[in-house]
């Protein structure tokens, strides 16, 4: 609702500026003034202004000016530039990247984006951002290590170093937490063997969700064990299917890395005949709703999209001139209540 009133007074002012109503350099009414009129509290005023603040049609000024109107285009254009991973068989990015190109739309930025597939485009990448001179850089997934200008860096789902350490920023979802939430899930539902696919890889977040259920299961007297997925002999019908029924005799739930993962190991079980949940119990993480073709597969939601509209408010606040913001945040998860977790309490 304060997102609304919000947006209303944004509409209101811009309405008042094209009509000509406020003249170059003339004050505008203050916060006081609008949340008066509009019958709302003064933040919500407060971030209005700020909207026009940033999208350069209004200046603050200190003294007994105020705020006053100014010239759009006196402004040269405001910049972000995304780089890292991009949408391809998962829909996080995706979701990631609309939370931060509706933010960027709204606060009058444009931003580019600029996919990383591997180190050969480098070059190229490096060459695009120093002529877009953005005013800020987000950093998606753990991506390469790539040479970037002095200017504020935001990195999202990923825990590798990027920028200058005084102008790094990490946001992240709280990976850690979401293997403990699941961990905890499974046990409450009467399970006490579990199967914990954790591949042998660099990628930070993802071994901070195996750590996570590593911890609360061994807080839980519940056994987990990890398996390196790529040891699988998933080419090989006879003998995947002789190595899952043998999982079976020794566990109850089998953990994936990802919702990708849950989703295949479900139809390779399908076609062999084996039963999710009734056999075996199948869980995963980052939940995304193109894998719930035949089952929800019970998972940890991550909100990228909400993930985006927060690092893009956080960039925004120290391009205000904030700087008491902290360097790096875990923004909450939940637990996502599917059909692929069996409950064996008795």
């Known amino acids: 609702m304060s997102g609304e009133k919000e947006q209303f007074v944004v509409d209101y002012l811009m309405k008042k500026i094209e009509g000509g109503s406020y003249k170059i350099g003339e004050r505008v009414p203050s916060e006081y003034q609008l949340a008066r009129k509009f019958n709302i509290d003064k933040g919500t005023a407060n971030r209005a202004v700020s909207q026009l603040v940033t999208r350069g049609y209004f200046k603050r000024t200190r003294g007994a000016g105020g705020t006053i109107l100014v010239r759009k285009d006196s402004y040269p254009e405001k910049k972000f530039v995304y780089i890292g991973c991009f949408p391809t068989i998962h829909s996080f990015y995706s979701r990631m990247l609309k939370g931060l190109v509706s933010g960027a739309n709204n606060s009058g ?44 860096i935001f990195c999202l789902d990923t825990l590798l170093p990027h920028g200058k350490g005084d102008k790094t920023y990490h946001i992240n979802s709280d990976n850690f937490m979401a293997g403990r939430i699941l961990a ?3 046990w409450k539902r009467g399970h006490r ?6 591949s042998v890889s660099d990628i930070a977040v ?19 064990k990890a398996i390196n997925p790529a040891t699988l002999p998933v080419k090989n019908i006879t003998a995947f299917e002789k190595h899952i029924r043998k ?11 990802n919702d990708i993962q849950a989703a295949d190991l479900i139809g390779q079980c399908r076609r062999l005949g084996i039963n999710i949940p009734q056999d075996i119990s199948v869980c995963g993480y980052i939940c995304g709703p193109e894998f719930h073709h035949f089952y929800r597969i019970t998972s940890i939601e991550f909100d990228p999209q909400g993930l985006g509209e ?7 606040r120290v391009l205000n001139g904030e700087t008491d913001l902290p360097r790096s945040e875990l923004l909450p998860v939940t637990f996502f209540e599917g059909e692929t977790l069996n409950d064996i309490r008795i």
């Not at 480098?122 to 001179?133: A, P, T």
């Not at 993802?206 to 987990?224: D, S, V």
């Not at 999982?247 to 890395?257: A, D, M, P, R």
């Open 109 to 152: 930025y444009s931003l580019t984006i600029l996919p990383v597939w591997d180190n050969k485009n480098f070059q190229i990448i490096e060459e695009r951002i120093e002529n877009l001179k953005p005013d800020a850089i987000f950093v998606g997934g753990e991506s390469f290590i790539l040479k970037l200008p002095d200017v504020p």
């Open 184 to 186: 905890e899930e499974i």
């Open 193 to 198: 063997k579990v199967l914990h696919y954790s």
């Open 206 to 224: 993802q071994q901070e969700r195996f750590l996570g259920a590593k911890q609360r299961a061994a807080e839980l007297g519940m056994e987990l």
């Open 247 to 257: 999982l079976i005799g020794k566990y109850s739930v089998i953990i994936c890395e």
């Open 310 to 316: 927060y690092a893009l408010s956080v960039a925004l």
